[in-house]
């Protein structure tokens, strides 16, 4: 079945930099790729998505890259905020009438004021 | 917020007594999920469900078990519960197998 690695576990940034987040998936079928933030003590709410026909896609100060034929993508997040301090989830669903959905195990970013 | 909803939200059990967690969603999507999140290991698929009695095993379905006798109803049930499953358990809900998917508000269970 299908495995997402997450890199890394802990990301510290200053204020107003730029953070990367980094994530593999292993089965060559899947075809859709969501990022997931979740606040302390709150349920995890989707944040960007891509498909695999798409290589980059943008909203606002977050984008995501895929790259297909490596199987990773990435999340990259420019001029940070305090608000963005949180866990970040990357995920990977494969094809077919019976997709499911598997998560990599997150990444807690901190913003620093 | 979708129309999804997790009950009971917060739960104590002993050793060994079965246990039923129940999502319940209002938006007729046709893919619903249990999740069970544990620090370090992010979120972990116990079991997923396609359709109405279309279920398949996630990544940690030992212990498990679901039901899904209408789509709008989702349970999860531990036949006997073990100190190593308690957890935050979330629910999510999905149009299809690659679009959003909607997570409950999550159920804490403890097992001691």
């Known amino acids: 079945g299908e495995n997402v690695e997450q890199h890394p576990s802990t990301l510290s940034v200053q204020e107003g930099d730029s953070a990367v987040i980094k994530c593999t998936y292993s089965d060559s079928a899947s075809n859709y790729f969501p990022w997931y933030k979740q606040e302390l003590g709150k349920r995890p709410q989707l944040i960007i998505d891509?498909?695999?026909?798409?290589g980059e896609k943008k909203d606002q100060r977050i984008a995501v890259t895929l790259n297909k034929t490596a199987k990773h993508f990435s999340l990259h997040i420019t001029e940070t905020q305090p608000e963005d301090s949180a866990v970040y989830f990357c995920?990977?669903?494969?094809?077919?009438?019976?997709?499911?959905?598997?998560f990599g195990k997150g990444t807690k970013l901190s913003v620093k004021p | 917020d979708a129309g999804i909803t997790q009950s009971p939200r917060h739960k104590v059990t002993e050793t060994g007594t079965p246990v039923t967690l129940r999502c319940h969603q209002t938006e007729n999507h046709r893919y619903m999920y249990w999740y069970r999140q544990d620090p370090g290991h992010g979120l972990r698929l116990i079991h997923y469900?396609?359709?109405?009695?279309?279920?398949d095993k996630g990544e940690v379905s030992d212990g498990y078990s679901v039901s899904r006798s209408k789509t709008e109803d989702f349970l999860l049930t531990l036949e006997s519960a073990t100190s190593s499953q308690t957890s935050v358990y979330f629910c999510a809900i999905s149009e299809s197998g690659q679009s959003e998917a909607f997570f409950g508000q999550g159920t804490r269970l403890t097992v001691v």
């Open positions: 891509i498909r695999s026909n798409v």
């Open positions: 469900s396609y359709g109405v009695k279309d279920t």
């Open positions: 995920a990977a669903a494969s094809g077919g009438s019976q997709g499911n959905l598997i």
